[in-house]
């Protein structure tokens, strides 16, 4: 079984099916890209696969266990993490205080506060511990939520539009935070609606358009399928 292992997932909102029977499979180490039009059901695949929300019908596999229902803090302690698509700001925390809270899920007190700072570092932000996340340019909301999730040294993450409103030339310090990451062995699955991003970054990647799964292959077969071309890209091929 794949690291992560998603088989026929179903979700529905009543009458609206968000997602109908989705299945895929990232392997342990691997960049996996997911695309499709808003509204396609990428947020709602990372909210079931984190434990956020219950499929209506399917099963979630994480390291060789089933983990359909289970709660996310649980999940993150098994170190499957999701980021999320709108920056949580919090009116009386600090970034370190934000981050901290992150690293608590898997360090004590004594370490995570320090593990915080360092995380700070790393993704860029350091200088800026002081800070209220309200108070941070959209580029610093963004990798302030990646260090929540790298701090609490997760095993696969699932980065839900991390990019989206930065230029390109402002992705370039988050894209290089994921290509470490995954060096360092984490497996990532990066919901993307930038392009020249995703195209860099991913192995495989994954088009779901209305709820249903129609493409998985390689970047640059992707390009190629008339089903995506149809459903997603139009006429901005290059992109
Ligand atoms: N909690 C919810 N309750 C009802 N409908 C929802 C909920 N979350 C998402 N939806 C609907 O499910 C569909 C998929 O949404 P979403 O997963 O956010 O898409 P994407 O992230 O691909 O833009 C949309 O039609 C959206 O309105
Ligand atoms: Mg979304």
Do not use: W
Not at 36 to 43: E, R, S
Not at 60 to 85: C, E, K, N, Y
Not at 128 to 155: G, I, Y
Request: glycine share 8%; charged share 20%.
């Amino acid at each position: 079984m794949a690291f992560l292992e998603v088989t026929n997932v179903t979700k529905r909102f009543g009458g609206l099916v968000a997602l109908n029977a989705i299945s895929f499979s990232v392997a342990k180490g691997e960049i996996l890209g997911i695309i499709g039009p808003n509204g396609a059901g990428k947020t709602t695949l990372f909210s079931v696969i984190s434990g956020f929300m219950p499929p209506s019908e399917g099963d979630v596999h994480f390291d060789g266990a089933a983990i359909t229902g289970i709660s996310p803090d649980r999940l993150v302690r098994r170190g499957l993490i999701r980021s999320f698509q709108i920056v949580q700001t919090f009116a009386d925390m600090t970034t370190l205080d934000v981050v901290t809270t992150a690293a608590l899920a898997r360090r004590p007190i004594r370490e995570a506060i320090d593990y915080a700072a360092h995380v700070l570092n790393r993704v860029g932000l350091g200088g800026k511990e002081n800070l209220t996340p309200a108070t941070l340019s959209l580029q610093d909301k963004k990798l302030l939520e990646l260090a929540k999730c790298v701090a609490t040294d997760p095993r696969c993450i699932l980065l839900d539009e991390v990019m989206a409103g930065l230029t390109m030339a402002e992705t370039t310090a988050p894209m290089a935070i994921i290509r470490e990451l995954n060096s360092q062995g984490v497996t990532i699955v990066m919901v993307e609606h930038v392009m020249p991003v995703i195209m860099r970054l991913a192995t495989r990647i994954v088009v779901v358009n209305f709820g249903e799964k129609i493409a998985e292959a390689t970047p640059d077969e992707i390009v190629k399928d008339q089903k995506v071309i149809d459903a997603y890209f139009g006429e901005h091929l290059d992109a």
